[in-house]
């Protein structure tokens, strides 16, 4: 199935380490949606970033990682803060 809104987008995805989460991610960047990686930890995130960026449709498809929990007030704030220094590489 294709989707085509998806290209040129990015998706922050939970838990994209393993299971479900990892499919959703693997979907996304298949589709050339970008992905950013989220999990507690930071070799598992760079892990899943190189798994990733195979599935990707393309060579322009990003595949962000940012180590951090969600579960607590500081993961939250570190994923804000990757993704707004995301924003002003633009």
């Given at each position: 199935?294709?989707?085509?809104?998806l290209?040129?987008?990015?998706?922050?995805?939970?838990?994209?380490?393993?299971?479900?989460?990892?499919?959703?991610?693997?979907?996304?960047?298949?589709?050339?949606?970008?992905?950013?990686?989220?999990?507690?930890?930071?070799?598992?995130?760079?892990?899943?970033?190189a798994?990733?960026?195979?599935?990707?449709?393309?060579?322009?498809?990003?595949?962000?990682?940012?180590?951090?929990?969600?579960?607590?007030?500081?993961?939250?704030?570190?994923?804000?803060?990757?993704?707004?220094?995301?924003?002003?590489?633009?």
């Amino acid at each position: 199935m294709s989707y085509p809104e998806l290209l040129g987008k990015v998706a922050l995805v939970t838990g994209s380490t393993s299971g479900i989460g990892f499919a959703i991610a693997r979907e996304y960047v298949a589709q050339g949606c970008g992905v950013i990686v989220v999990s507690r930890r930071q070799t598992k995130v760079d892990e899943t970033v190189a798994q990733l960026v195979n599935y990707a449709i393309n060579d322009v498809t990003p595949v962000f990682g940012c180590a951090a929990d969600v579960a607590n007030d500081e993961g939250i704030a570190r994923i804000i803060d990757f993704c707004q220094s995301l924003d002003q590489e633009e």
